[in-house]
């Protein structure tokens, strides 16, 4: 899942675990917003082209598609 979002970026957002042991939230790419941020994940987003791969350069070692619904849903996530 993590390597084809990797090529397509085709979801609203990307997920990342445990994202404090990789990256603070200060240090991310630029054009990376911050849609949810906790010590267990974050959920990011860009409008720009490539993003995904600019979180695997920042040092996050995987990312996941954050979708509104289904398994890896960040819908109502507090």
């Not at 042991?21 to 490539?50: C, E, M």
């Amino acid at each position: 899942m993590a390597a084809v979002f990797r090529v397509t970026e085709q979801a609203p957002g990307a997920l990342v675990l445990f994202p404090d042991l990789h990256l603070a939230a200060g240090q991310l790419p630029v054009g990376i917003t911050i849609l949810k941020w906790n010590s267990y994940f974050a959920v990011l987003a860009s409008d720009r082209a490539g993003y995904v791969g600019s979180l695997y350069a920042a040092g996050f070692p995987l990312v996941f598609p954050a979708r509104s619904s289904g398994c890896l849903s960040y819908r109502g996530w507090n």
